[in-house]
């Protein structure tokens, strides 16, 4: 079964400033997708930014960018220039393409954005 | 458009009642995945619905079930509530069950499910 790890329960980061979030991963399969999805107090899971594994470049959505490790099996997030809206629960993911109909995620990082 | 609708947003049930929640997904999507989000923890997998066939099921027993309507809509329901199931129930909809990455899925902002 695939496995989906945050270490880092929270974190904070000082307004305008740089953040990176780190979630490992556990599969056997070679082709995959990985994802971070946001999830503010309204509760809803809001897609961040997703990155194919067969693609050797990382992915970047405007402010938020990955640094994708196949090897090593590490997705971490990084959030540029953080904004008083980034504050919410983080969340990796992980599905299968192929038999792709769940998505296996991480218990969560909580981020705090200081003013 | 509107997005993922689920009902109720909030509600208290008593050990040992049965729970039915509501989920619409978005207009044309076909494929509805209910998740179950302890508090603390990421959302776990519980079930999948297309085309009203299930097509995947996680790890959840069998007091567990859902099913889906011919307008694509979908019901989850609980039985035998235990204070184990105090959780939100977050209901995810997409175009098809194993979607190319761009067509992605939408989640809903859940119902929140308190057994006391």
């Known amino acids: 079964a695939q496995t989906v790890t945050q270490s880092q329960p929270e974190m904070s980061v000082q307004e305008a400033e740089t953040v990176t979030l780190s979630c490992t991963y556990d599969?056997?399969?070679?082709?995959?997708?990985l994802f971070w999805y946001k999830q503010p107090p309204s509760r809803q899971m809001i897609l961040v930014i997703r990155q194919e594994a067969y693609k050797q470049q990382n992915a970047t959505e405007n402010r938020f960018s990955v640094n994708f490790q196949k090897a090593a099996k590490s997705f971490s997030l990084k959030i540029s220039d953080s904004q008083l809206g980034d504050a919410a629960m983080y969340f990796c993911a992980y599905r299968n393409p192929i038999t792709g109909n769940q998505f296996y995620f991480g218990t969560g990082t909580s981020l705090t954005v200081i003013p | 458009d509107a997005g993922v609708t689920q009902s109720p947003t909030h509600l208290i049930k008593t050990r040992g009642q049965h729970v039915t929640l509501r989920c619409s997904p978005i207009?044309?999507?076909?494929?509805v995945s209910w998740y179950q989000q302890v508090l603390g923890q990421g959302p776990q997998f519980i079930f999948q619905y297309y085309e009203k066939e299930e097509r995947g099921r996680g790890n959840f027993p069998d007091r567990f079930s859902a099913r889906q309507f011919p307008n694509y809509s979908s019901e989850l329901n609980v039985n035998a509530l235990l204070l184990g199931d105090s959780a939100l129930y977050l209901c995810a909809s997409s175009l098809l069950p194993q979607p190319p990455i761009d067509y992605g899925y939408t989640f809903g902002s859940g119902t929140r499910l308190t057994v006391v």
């Open positions: 599969t056997s399969e070679s082709d995959y997708y």
């Open positions: 207009s044309g999507h076909k494929s």
